[in-house]
C-alpha cells in the first residue's frame, strides 16, 4: 500500500480440548512435514498481469520507492485484500475512538483465510464487489489513517509468510516481494534490505502482538494441509471463539470473567488485575488459551482439581476403575 503522507456467541462454559486428544495430535505430528503458510498478502493484480513473487529472507535487499509522484499513487488501495490482524483491529479501533467490535462493524468484513481456514475481518474495500477504493482512502490526502494502517499495508509491496520445518516447534517468518503491473514503485533507484523495509514501516509492535494469532494460523494451515487432526477439523465453536478473541476483546473478557473460565484454568492474580484493564494482554491469553484448545500447546494449565475430576471422567466413560 502506498506509503503516503506518508460471528460471535460464546457458551457459558469454556470450551475444552478438541476431541484431538493427545493420540490424535501424536498421529498428526508423527505425518508432519514442512509447511508453508502465506500470512499476510494483499496481492491482487488488477491489470491481469502475472504476479511472480519472489521469496527473500529479512537480509535480501531489493529496489522499491513508494511517494507521491508515482503515475500510480493509490491504485493499489482499490480492491486490496487485507486481513486485518488483532493488533490492527485494536490500533484502528484506537484511532477512531471505538471499541473493537463497533470499529469491526463499520469498517470490516467477516472473511475466512485462506491457508488456516479460519475466521477473520477483513479491511473494507468500497464499490460493487469491493473492488472500489478502501473505505479509508481520499483521493486528495490518501490514506487517512496513516499512522494506525494495517500491517498488510505497512509491509507492502512485501507478503509476510510463515514455515514450519519438521522437527522443529519454532516457525519462520519468511518474506516475498510481489511485482503487480500496475506498481510502479519497483522502477525507483532506492534499495533496501527486507530488514531495513521493516523498520521503516514500523511493523514491530505489531509484530509482538500478533506473534501468538499468527502461531495459530500457522498451525492451522499445517493440519489442514494434513487433512486436520484424524481428518478432522476444529469445531465451529472453537472458530467463533477464535474469531471472538481476535476481533472483540470485550466479548472475550467476559466470557473470561462471567463463565467458568478462571475457575478451570491456573492464572495468577496479577494476569488477572491485568487483563481486567489492558487488552493487549487479554489477547496474549486468548491466545494461548486457543492454542491449548486447538493443538494441546502447554500455554495455560487447567486447575489440578478440575484436572483430576475430567481424568476420573474420562475413567469412568471408558469403563476403568
Ligand atoms: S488502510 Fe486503506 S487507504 Fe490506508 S494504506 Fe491500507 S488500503 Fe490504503
Ligand atoms: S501501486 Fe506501488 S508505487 Fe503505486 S502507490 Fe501503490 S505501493 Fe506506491
Redesign the pocket.
Known amino acids: 500500500?502506498?506509503d503516503?503522507k506518508q460471528l460471535s456467541d460464546s457458551d457459558d462454559a469454556p470450551v475444552g480440548p478438541e476431541p484431538s486428544a493427545a493420540q490424535e495430535i501424536a498421529a498428526r505430528q508423527a505425518r508432519a512435514s514442512d509447511v508453508e503458510a502465506t500470512i499476510f498478502d494483499g496481492v491482487r493484480d488488477r491489470e491481469g498481469g502475472v504476479v511472480q513473487p519472489v521469496r527473500l529472507k529479512a537480509s535480501d535487499r531489493f529496489s522499491f520507492r513508494c511517494h507521491k509522484g508515482v503515475s500510480c499513487w493509490?491504485v493499489?488501495?482499490h480492491g486490496?485484500d487485507?486481513t486485518l490482524t488483532p493488533g490492527d483491529i485494536l490500533a484502528l479501533s484506537r484511532h477512531f475512538a471505538l471499541r473493537p467490535a463497533a470499529f469491526v462493524a463499520r469498517y470490516a468484513v467477516p472473511a475466512i483465510h485462506a491457508g488456516s481456514g479460519l475466521p477473520v475481518a477483513k479491511?473494507l474495500m468500497t464499490g460493487k464487489d469491493g473492488a472500489g477504493?478502501?473505505?479509508?482512502?481520499d483521493d486528495e490526502v490518501?490514506?487517512?489513517?496513516?499512522a494506525s494502517?494495517?500491517v498488510?499495508?505497512r509491509y507492502?509491496p512485501l507478503g509476510l509468510g510463515a514455515l514450519k520445518m519438521k522437527g522443529h516447534d519454532q516457525r519462520e517468518d519468511m518474506y516475498f516481494l510481489v511485482k503487480e503491473t500496475h506498481c510502479k514503485g519497483h522502477e525507483e533507484a532506492k534499495e533496501q534490505s527486507v530488514e531495513a523495509f521493516r523498520q521503516e514501516q514500523g511493523v514491530a509492535p505489531y509484530d509482538l502482538i500478533n506473534r501468538r494469532w499468527i502461531d495459530i494460523l500457522m498451525k492451522m494451515a499445517s493440519w489442514r494441509s494434513l487433512g486436520g487432526p484424524m481428518g478432522k477439523d476444529v469445531s465451529t465453536q472453537t472458530k467463533k471463539m477464535f474469531y471472538m478473541a481476535s476481533t472483540d476483546v470485550d466479548a472475550f473478557r467476559r466470557f473470561v470473567f462471567e463463565s467458568s473460565f478462571l475457575a478451570t484454568y491456573q492464572i495468577d492474580d496479577d494476569r488477572v488485575a491485568a487483563i481486567r484493564a489492558d487488552d493487549e494482554t487479554l489477547l496474549q491469553l486468548g491466545f494461548d488459551w486457543l492454542g491449548n484448545v486447538m493443538f494441546n500447546d502447554p500455554t495455560i494449565a487447567m486447575k489440578q482439581d478440575v484436572l483430576q475430576r475430567a481424568i476420573g471422567a474420562a475413567r469412568e466413560e471408558l469403563g476403568g476403575a
Not at 477504493?133 to 482512502?137: E, I, L, S
Not at 490518501?142 to 496513516?146: E, I
Open positions: 500500500m502506498p503516503k493509490n493499489c488501495c486490496a487485507v479491511l477504493p478502501c473505505v479509508f482512502m490518501g490514506c487517512t489513517v496513516y494502517r494495517p498488510t499495508c507492502y
